[in-house]
DNA sequence: ATTCCATATGTCATGATATACATACGTAAA
DNA sequence: TTTACGTATGTATATCATGACATATGGAAT
């Protein structure tokens, strides 16, 4: 009953207790690759999963901003999060226009297909360094720590390398696949 | 107007001439990596498409089964598909279930969890198998025949290749993700 | 005879997602 | 003083996508 995105969400308050504008946020801009939801779609998935019981509120109200509602995790969400986490799960079709396009390129003029590749090439270059930027704040962090696959960034650090290879293979596609139209 | 399946339609149809239910299977089956789409949703597609004036189709009789409707592109759905062909696109964000359980897989039990990126790991090297097959076959068919880039195989080739660099990189993380949670 | 399968074309209900609309508070800039 | 911005929460509409429902033909298997 619960999709995607609410596990998503409810992973994130497991994390740490917050707001619909917080979610929102990290939903577009943070560590959230491979998903993705505008707040038009996190408010009801909340209300959803606030009357499944896997999620509680309390209203703060707030002097200098409008009052916002933090939402907390609850004994229930937990279980249904921990037997979500490794249900198996089918592995997921890619959807990537520019594949599409790529599928239709010899109807392409060549100078204007190169160019094409030539800007995702760029495009995912700069991904790439955002992401392996990512990847030295949080290695700089570790310095000295314990690493612990209980805590919320072993799933974070997963994630982002995963993000650094997908970004990787894609640039390297992109120039590839701009030489050959180029030769 | 018209969606990506659209002009995905659009340019198999420009490849060949076919009925909707060879599309069908097409974007199904094969080498339609990076999309995907059922005949519930081609159907209406194709009627759109033809009330655009891109395609046009006549029906064929057929003694030992159904009749069938065999589409065609037009002038202005050639002219169509080669401006979208080009036409700038932004950098499409991934959506990818499993990395939101990998998000969450500090709430996991390790072994559990190690399980599924095993499973994956499988799942996408036989992917990858049998993307190695048809590149195989494919450049069997080249021996001595000129490669142009205005020839419907070569949008099938530049996919393909992705379609391995992407199943390769995906089957190596997720056996080196398995490896940081038996660690 | 009945069932099953591949071919062939469609509709319908549901859910997922994006864009735009809508309101409200307080501060800071023009 | 009007405008714009960041915070904060929602709704409405349209589109996209999946799964189920629906029908029909002819051949092959049971």
Same mark, same amino acid.
């Given at each position: 009953? #619960?999709?995607?995105?609410? *596990?998503? =969400?409810?992973?994130?308050?497991?994390?740490?207790?917050?707001? /619909? *504008?917080?979610?929102?946020?990290?939903? @577009?801009?943070?560590?959230?690759?491979?998903?993705?939801?505008?707040?038009?779609?996190?408010?009801?998935?909340? &209300?959803? =999963? +606030?009357? &499944? /019981? *896997?999620?509680?509120?309390?209203?703060?109200?707030?002097?200098?901003?409008?009052?916002?509602?933090?939402?907390?995790?609850?004994?229930?969400? =937990?279980?249904?999060?921990?037997?979500?986490?490794?249900?198996?799960?089918?592995?997921? %079709?890619?959807?990537?226009?520019?594949?599409?396009? #790529?599928?239709?390129?010899?109807?392409?003029? %060549?100078?204007?297909?190169?160019?094409?590749?030539?800007?995702?090439?760029?495009?995912?270059? +700069?991904?790439?360094?955002?992401?392996?930027?990512?990847?030295?704040?949080?290695?700089?962090?570790? @310095?000295?720590?314990?690493?612990?696959?209980?805590?919320?960034?072993? /799933?974070?650090?997963?994630?982002?390398?995963?993000?650094?290879?997908? +970004?990787? +293979?894609?640039?390297?596609?992109?120039?590839?696949?701009?030489?050959?139209?180029?030769?």
């Amino acid at each position: 009953m #619960t999709s995607t995105l609410g *596990y998503a =969400l409810l992973n994130l308050i497991a994390c740490e207790s917050q707001t /619909g *504008y917080d979610l929102s946020r990290t939903l @577009q801009e943070r560590i959230s690759f491979f998903w993705q939801a505008k707040h038009s779609q996190i408010y009801p998935e909340l &209300a959803r =999963l +606030e009357s &499944a /019981g *896997y999620i509680t509120h309390e209203v703060v109200r707030q002097s200098d901003k409008p009052d916002k509602k933090i939402y907390t995790i609850t004994d229930a969400g =937990l279980a249904a999060l921990r037997a979500w986490v490794v249900a198996p799960l089918k592995m997921q %079709p890619a959807r990537d226009e520019l594949l599409v396009k #790529t599928a239709a390129i010899w109807q392409a003029d %060549p100078a204007a297909a190169a160019a094409l590749f030539r800007d995702h090439e760029r495009q995912h270059a +700069e991904q790439l360094a955002v992401y392996e930027g990512i990847r030295a704040t949080m290695e700089e962090k570790w @310095q000295g720590s314990e690493r612990r696959r209980d805590q919320p960034w072993f /799933g974070s650090y997963l994630t982002l390398m995963r993000g650094i290879g997908y +970004e990787r +293979e894609y640039r390297d596609w992109c120039r590839w696949a701009a030489e050959m139209i180029e030769a």
